[in-house]
C-alpha cells in the first residue's frame, strides 16, 4: 500500500463506513497532505537556519524590516496564503479526482485487516515530521 493510498482511501473508508459521501475524503486528504507539505516546507527553513548562519541573519533582518520584531504577525501573513497555494497545487496535481478515484479503489481491494493499519501508516510519517519541526524550533 502506497503512502497516497493509505491517505485518500483511508479518508474514504471511514466517511463512506459512517453513510455519508466517501468523496468528501478527497477534501480532507489533500488537507492532510497540504499539512505535511507545510511541515516540511517549515523543517528545511528551520534547518536553513541552524545550518547556514548568513541565511539565519538574513531571514531575521527581512523579518524585522517588514512586521517588526513579532514572529506572530509574520505568521499569520504568511501562513495562510502559503497554506492556499500548496493546497491548490496538491488539489490540482496529486489530489484531482482521477487520481483519488484511482488510489481510493486500490486501497479498496486491500483486505480489511490493511485497511485498519493504513492510519498508522498516515501517522507515523507525519508525527515524525511534526517532532523534527520541534527540535529544530528550539535548536
Not at 38 to 48: E, K, Q, R
Not at 115 to 137: D, E, S
Request: aromatic letters at 12%; a positive charge; charged letters at 15%.
Amino acid at each position: 500500500m502506497t503512502f497516497l493510498e493509505a491517505l485518500y482511501g483511508s479518508q474514504y473508508y471511514e466517511i463512506h463506513q459512517k453513510g455519508r459521501d466517501g468523496n468528501k475524503g478527497r477534501h480532507n486528504g489533500n488537507l492532510f497532505l497540504s499539512a505535511m507539505v507545510i511541515l516540511l516546507l517549515v523543517a528545511v527553513f528551520l534547518l536553513a537556519i541552524s545550518v547556514i548562519p548568513w541565511f539565519a541573519q538574513g531571514a531575521t533582518q527581512v523579518n524585522n524590516s517588514t512586521f517588526g520584531n513579532s514572529g506572530k504577525y509574520a505568521g499569520r501573513m504568511l501562513a495562510i496564503p502559503i497554506f492556499a497555494v500548496v493546497y491548490i497545487l496538491v488539489a490540482i496535481s496529486v489530489g484531482n479526482e482521477a487520481n483519488f478515484k484511482k488510489h481510493v479503489e486500490a486501497f479498496m481491494e486491500y483486505p480489511d485487516e490493511v485497511k485498519r493499519k493504513a492510519n498508522a501508516r498516515l501517522l507515523v510519517p507525519f508525527c515524525a515530521l511534526l517532532t523534527l519541526v520541534f527540535v529544530l524550533a528550539v535548536w
